[in-house]
């Protein structure tokens, strides 16, 4: 739908697809939030209790993690899209966005939104920065355990293995704390495009790169590709 809206001349979009958008986006933003912090956990269990990781981060731990992340994150959404679907909308309902985000479809409320807007901060404390809570605990207990390693190799290789995670949590959760946990404001609209870029675009396009770039073949073939280029 952002797609052919970019391309095309309509610009427009039903109701039904804009909720649906909306609460899509919304649930797999919130899914991203959780799992990173679950990420970070694994991480802490794998550097500071190696020995007993496969103990502790067993099958049926990682099932559970992954269906609370995601029943958690779908069921927050929905009540966040109901409480922002069921305000009146009188018109006109010209979205200032690429695609149907809330606090711009909240501005096309044409009664107070305050409510709505306690509740999606609310849902943003639970949601956002629990997880992102439980990231700098882990890693903190992270940093200290690598501390304590008196080889050079052994923090760099400790290091590494928190690199391509981190690098993700700066990228996604500084997009979408700024995004959903300050003030709303007319000033805001044109800001809050750019950041929204970030955490619906740029963000999932560079996660494969990313994580990919610490695999060895995935080096090999790059190291390759490059010289290949120059040749």
């Given at each position: 739908?952002?797609?052919?809206?970019?391309?095309?001349?309509?610009?427009?979009?039903?109701?039904?697809?804009?909720?649906?958008?909306?609460?899509?986006?919304?649930?797999?933003?919130?899914?991203?939030?959780?799992?990173?912090?679950?990420?970070?956990?694994?991480?802490?269990?794998?550097?500071?209790?190696?020995?007993?990781?496969?103990?502790?981060?067993?099958?049926?731990?990682?099932?559970?993690?992954?269906?609370?992340?995601?029943?958690?994150?779908?069921?927050?959404?929905?009540?966040?899209?109901?409480?922002?679907?069921?305000?009146?909308?009188?018109?006109?309902?010209?979205?200032?966005?690429?695609?149907?985000?809330?606090?711009?479809?909240?501005?096309?409320?044409?009664?107070?939104?305050?409510?709505?807007?306690?509740?999606?901060?609310?849902?943003?404390i639970i949601i956002v920065f629990i997880p992102f809570l439980l990231i700098v605990v882990s890693y903190a207990r992270i940093l200290l355990s690598v501390l304590k390693i008196r080889?050079?190799?052994?923090?760099?290789?400790?290091?590494?293995?928190?690199?391509?995670?981190?690098?993700?949590?700066?990228?996604?959760?500084?997009?979408?704390?700024?995004?959903?946990?300050?003030?709303?404001?007319?000033?805001?609209?044109?800001?809050?495009?750019?950041?929204?870029?970030?955490?619906?675009?740029?963000?999932?396009?560079?996660?494969?790169?990313?994580?990919?770039?610490?695999?060895?073949?995935?080096?090999?073939?790059?190291?390759?590709?490059?010289?290949?280029?120059?040749?």
């Amino acid at each position: 739908q952002m797609l052919s809206n970019m391309v095309g001349r309509k610009k427009t979009i039903p109701f039904s697809s804009c909720a649906a958008q909306m609460y899509l986006s919304l649930s797999f933003g919130m899914i991203e939030c959780v799992l990173l912090g679950v990420m970070a956990y694994d991480r802490y269990v794998a550097i500071c209790h190696p020995l007993h990781y496969t103990v502790i981060m067993d099958r049926n731990t990682c099932v559970q993690l992954a269906a609370i992340s995601w029943s958690s994150s779908f069921l927050s959404s929905m009540v966040i899209n109901v409480l922002t679907l069921r305000l009146p909308y009188c018109g006109p309902n010209v979205l200032n966005h690429f695609f149907c985000d809330v606090p711009f479809v909240l501005k096309l409320a044409c009664t107070d939104t305050s409510l709505t807007e306690l509740v999606v901060f609310i849902f943003s404390i639970i949601i956002v920065f629990i997880p992102f809570l439980l990231i700098v605990v882990s890693y903190a207990r992270i940093l200290l355990s690598v501390l304590k390693i008196r080889s050079a190799s052994g923090r760099h290789k400790s290091l590494s293995t928190c690199a391509s995670h981190l690098t993700v949590v700066a990228l996604f959760y500084g997009t979408a704390i700024f995004m959903y946990m300050r003030p709303q404001s007319k000033s805001s609209r044109a800001g809050g495009k750019i950041i929204a870029v970030f955490y619906t675009v740029v963000t999932p396009m560079l996660n494969p790169l990313i994580y990919s770039l610490r695999n060895q073949d995935v080096k090999g073939a790059l190291r390759r590709a490059i010289a290949k280029q120059r040749m």
